[in-house]
């Protein structure tokens, strides 16, 4: 998988042998994993950990109204209902994100996932700002 556009932050997700991986933070004083990594001067008392590229579908709905500030999307009446999954990533972690490339009547909890990146803006440059999503892996019969 390749990355198009700019990530929409810093520390959210890393490229590493063609498999998106989030970074969550780790604190160096101790303490459980926390995702996303924090931004500014809480930065500089965590170590970045990569979480592991895929993981399972623990819990999914329908985001169907475009969410309050500080949701930067597609306002109300260009909003487009999306997935919402909870994904484990391995034993370390249950992140939340958006659901990409999957007929929402199909999910199952427990369905093997994948991490990718997502565009679902366009920058005030019209290139694409993206986040990452959660995409079904394709199981093998």
Do not use: C, N
Request: no cysteine.
């Amino acid at each position: 998988m390749t990355m198009a556009g700019q990530p929409v932050a810093d520390d959210l997700y890393r490229l590493v042998d063609g498999a998106v991986r989030l970074i969550a933070a780790r604190p160096q004083d101790g303490g459980p994993l926390a995702f996303p990594f924090p931004q500014g001067s809480e930065a500089d008392r965590h170590e970045r950990i990569l979480l592991p590229a895929t993981g399972t579908l623990w819990s999914w709905t329908v985001q169907r109204f475009a969410p309050k500030a500080p949701y930067d999307g597609p306002a109300e009446a260009d909003f487009t209902p999306y997935g919402v999954a909870y994904v484990q990533l391995g034993d370390m972690l249950i992140v939340e994100g958006r659901v990409t490339g999957a007929d929402l009547s199909t999910l199952r909890i427990g369905q093997p996932m994948r991490v990718v990146t997502e565009a679902y803006a366009r920058g005030a440059d019209g290139s694409p700002i993206e986040t990452y999503a959660f995409a079904p892996i394709e199981e093998q019969p």
